[in-house]
């Protein structure tokens, strides 16, 4: 059975940090990304950010303009494990965190992920930043 088994999250103060993991079992990991959409109430899903898993680029990330420089995607060696960490948390990030295998390619459009085939969701995970 394939699934996303996610843990982390939680509820810091602005500027705290929060780091997410994200374990994958029973999937084909190779040759697709994983990561991290979020969705706020009355809010239009926004992927986060995504690291790849290949024969080539292994380790590309992508990153949402709007956490850029602040979350940090990584992965183990097996990619069956991703992390984020998330560093100077914002009341804007506040959300759900749903952990997901997709399908490449990711795009950027408007600082924007794009991504168009999720294989994979995870449970979510809450993230709450009190101001």
């Known amino acids: 059975t394939e699934q996303l088994v996610e843990s982390g999250g939680g509820s810091v103060q602005a500027g705290g940090s929060l780091r997410l993991s994200c374990a994958a079992s029973?999937?084909?990991?190779?040759?697709?990304?994983m990561g991290w959409f979020r969705q706020a109430p009355g809010k239009e899903r926004e992927g986060v950010t995504f690291?790849?898993?290949?024969?080539?680029?292994?380790?590309?990330?992508a990153y949402a303009d709007s956490v850029k420089g602040r979350f940090t995607i990584s992965q183990d060696k097996t990619g069956n494990t991703a992390y984020l960490q998330m560093n100077n948390l914002k009341a804007e990030d506040t959300s759900m965190y749903h952990c997901?295998?997709?399908?490449?390619?990711?795009?950027?459009?408007?600082?924007?992920?794009?991504?168009?085939?999720?294989?994979?969701w995870g449970n979510g995970t809450s993230v709450t930043i009190s101001s």
């Open positions: 997901a295998i997709v399908q490449g390619p990711i795009s950027v459009y408007k600082g924007a992920l794009e991504v168009k085939v999720v294989e994979i």
């Open positions: 029973g999937s084909d990991r190779y040759g697709k990304w």
């Open positions: 690291i790849y898993y290949g024969p080539k680029n292994v380790g590309n990330s």
